[in-house]
């Protein structure tokens, strides 16, 4: 089995930066950039393509909510066709700087409280699908919910992904905050490969609980999160 690495970039937004996208890109093989409704601009998602690109880098989009104050981790009320139509707006732009530059996109990965919502309400899922069959790309999403259940009966492809920055619920569902805390480097490897091989990690309770660990998401905007990186990527050797 083959696991792959993605982190969100692009998140900066004028001259107010966020993340250390360039020094992470050596150790991920997937780039989901910030599309304008939750974090970046026009020419902030240009150079993060850009960068992404002479890295060799799987390119896609991350398209989120339409509040920048929130960071798009607070929910909204939308309807199916809200989804559906945010996330081919903010794909189509992405698209759009793809094309300047030659390149096609690879994938889409919801951005955060549109991907928790997703889990839980189908008709969000379905606004997803529906972005998806209509670009014709693929989705990281998550197992066994919403998600993971339309995205199997309409067709769509997709990969589950595990966050290794991110604490877990009792119910194997990933707790989406405002802000994320420190994560050890020293730590993450063993938590990386004890999802990929054993479908498990422990809870913020302490509990087991079962995850689905195809790509593993490393968030830019994780204190220290270039050595995050850098960790999962030497403990994933063999499995990239």
Request: negative net charge.
């Amino acid at each position: 089995m083959k696991v792959t690495i993605n982190c969100d970039m692009g998140e900066a937004f004028g001259i107010y930066r966020f993340g250390s996208d360039e020094a992470l890109m050596p150790y991920v093989t997937h780039a989901n950039i910030a599309c304008g409704f939750h974090a970046s601009d026009p020419r902030v998602m240009w150079q993060t393509l850009r960068m992404a690109k002479a890295h060799g880098l799987n390119i896609g989009s991350h398209p989120g909510l339409p509040d920048r104050e929130g960071f798009g981790r607070r929910e909204m009320n939308v309807s199916r066709e809200d989804v559906a139509a945010m996330v081919i707006y903010q794909t189509g732009a992405l698209q759009g700087f793809a094309a300047t530059e030659g390149i096609k996109l690879s994938h889409i990965k919801p951005h955060g409280s549109l991907m928790g919502m997703a889990q839980r309400l189908d008709h969000v899922a379905e606004g997803l699908a529906d972005a998806a069959l209509a670009l014709n790309l693929p989705m990281i999403a998550n197992a066994d919910c919403c998600m993971s259940e339309v995205f199997t009966r309409r067709g769509v492809p997709f990969t589950c992904e595990f966050y290794v920055d991110l604490d877990y619920d009792n119910s194997g569902r990933q707790i989406i905050t405002k802000e994320h805390e420190p994560v050890s480097a020293d730590v993450v490897g063993g938590l990386v490969l004890r999802a990929v091989t054993e479908g498990l990690t422990r809870s913020i309770d302490g509990q087991d609980v079962a995850v689905t660990a195809q790509s593993i998401c490393v968030h830019s905007d994780t204190p220290g999160a270039a050595d995050v990186a850098r960790a999962v990527h030497a403990a994933l050797q063999g499995w990239l």
